[in-house]
């Protein structure tokens, strides 16, 4: 089929006017479904549709969990869509006779390259899928491409290293400062007029007043009255629940709103909760630091641990905040149906960020962009867009903690989660009221699951036990920082003016001028 006027092929320049992203490996199945399109339906010979196929198709990996590498079982597959499996057999052949020719006699390699995994019960490996019919293959953060290319997805860039680069996540100013903060948006405003709305980068002007005195107090004001009305909302639900509740709004508020996955490590900020509540039951007079720990998030459907986390984390509330000994100092709470609309309450009003992952497991993160532009000093790991992060706010701006992820590596092979329990008396302590009903005295098993994943079977996958230490030692020096407001202050105002470079608008442009290759156009006058 040819077009008449330009002299070529219909499809010729298909490559140049389409562009497919493909965002984590379910939707790889395009691929194939692209392909019978060219070939089935237009007559297309394969070399030209794959030509067209592999320049339209790019791919973004946005996590190096298992759950995401998805791998489809090929009897469903070809149950469902049987021309979509044949089409991706005749990919996955002629791909690894280009393996073959590059690294003959190497079965292994072939083995773990191949689109589909050999076994008692096939499978179609859809980012291997993705990775083959793309062009381009991109992480969401420095740290991630880098295991990408290292690790995960290593035998691919040894052959293909040019398809591999990064475009680090990005957010949106105008949802997440502008209209979802607008007390902030407006004193920030004040100070370096409005042009950070479209140009991020303009924040900068800000490092300037983060020494004067009266705009320190009016930033303050800002977030207290964002606290105020967070929690409000607070006091709402846990009302609507048939639960009372009272909040310090002087407290620090301490926030982790994200997925709930173990690597997320929402359990080991239920461990700081308890290990915060046991020093002050056993100090009432001591200098403690007012802290609201507020959590939310939502867990996939089948996910037993992270339900069974969700529960604990509502267990240690019950106890914590109904306990007369403790009064203002400490709330631990947990806020149910999280949405964008309650994200848009939670992130200006927060004053500390909790990034807390295993190093090595989270891709990027853009809550921690959320937070940061919203004024709130990051706790975290050497893990995802936290890196990037900390090069912008400097070292004395952000809380860092933990192993790094080469030191995790080299922790694993002969890690003993029970010598951390043993040397750490507080850590031991938590554990077990955890494991003995502490919490949940109704069912005092109800949370063997969970020391069962730290110290049992599990063998406490994702190191909470091995970060715990420097984790509580990081959030003294958390407690210590937030009790002089003007040091405070002056941080979280340098947290906001280094965030230009985690904008989406930075982010989309990475996108248009590296991957697809948009020119931009005006749009009248």
Known sequence: MFDEQQGLPVFARFAEKNAIQLNDSHPAVAIPELMRLLVDVEQLDWDTAWDITTNTFAYTNHT?????????????????????????YEINHRFLNEVRKRFPEDNERYRRMSIIEEGQEKRVRMANLAIVGSHAVNGVAAMHTEILKTDVFRDFYEIWPQKFSNKTNGISQRRWLKSANPKLSRLITEAIGEGWVTDLFQLK???GAASDAAFGERWRAAKRDNKLQLLKII??????????????????FDCQVKRIHEYKRQLLNALHAI?????????????????????AGKAAPGYFMAKLIIKLINAIGNTVNSDKDVGALLRVVFLADYRVSLAERIFPASELSEQISTAGTEASGTSNMKFALNGALIIGTMDGANIEIQEEVGDDNIFIFGLTDKEVSELRPHYDPWQFYRENAELRRAIDQIRDGFFSREDPHLFQGIFEALLGSGRDNYLVLADYGSYINCQ???????????????????????????STDRTIKEYTDEIWGLKPIKIGT
């Open 64 to 88: 190096v969990m298992p759950e995401a590498l998805e791998r489809w079982v090929v009897d469903l597959f070809g149950r469902v869509l049987p021309r979509h499996l044949q089409i991706s």
């Open 205 to 207: 002007r800000l490092a």
């Open 235 to 252: 006091e709402e639900q846990y009302r609507r629940r048939g639960e009372m509740i009272t909040i310090n709004p002087d407290s620090l």
């Open 275 to 295: 290990t915060l509540y046991n020093r002050i039951k056993d100090h009432p007079n001591g200098e403690h630091v007012p802290r609201t720990i507020i959590f």
């Open 476 to 502: 003294e020096r958390v407690g210590e920082t937030y009790r002089h407001p003007l040091e405070w202050t002056k941080k979280s105002i340098l947290n906001v003016a280094h965030m230009g470079r985690f």
